[in-house]
Nanobody
Framework: HVQLVESGGGSVEAGGSPRLSCTAH????????MGWYRQAPGKERELVAS???????TYAPSVRGRFTVSLDNTKTTMHLQMSSLSTEDTAVYTC?????????????WGQGTQVTVS
């Protein structure tokens, strides 16, 4: 079964540049894509960034220019390099992977990792 294992996160000072990582087990990103969602207290879950095997990326307007999503050479680990963090970026960040049906749907989820900016 597909397993997504996240690492990184924690407490960071405003302006900091932490990196989150997500390693996918038993998943072939070439079928769809991987991405990062986040959810802050009292807010809806937001797709922060996504990446496909060919390197195509998407970003939410709120993070474009500050966050960079990438894959490692094995295409099994996705990274989210964050920069210029503010308290608005405080949230639980969750790794997601798509499942190909007629279209790709986010069907696999990591356990989530807390990022707290102060």
């Amino acid at each position: 079964h597909v397993q997504l294992v996240e690492s990184g996160g924690g407490s960071v000072e405003a302006g900091g540049s932490p990196r989150l990582s997500c390693t996918a087990h038993n998943y072939n990103i070439r079928t769809c894509a991987m991405g990062w969602y986040r959810q802050a207290p009292g807010k809806e879950r937001e797709l922060v960034a996504s990446v496909k095997a060919d390197g195509t990326t998407t970003y939410a307007p709120s993070v474009r220019g500050r966050f960079t999503v990438s894959l490692d050479n094995t295409k099994t680990t996705m990274h989210l390099q964050m920069s210029s963090l503010s308290t608005e970026d405080t949230a639980v960040y969750t790794c997601a992977a798509g499942k190909k049906l007629l279209v790709c749907v986010w069907d696999y989820w990591g356990q989530g990792t807390q990022v707290t900016v102060s």
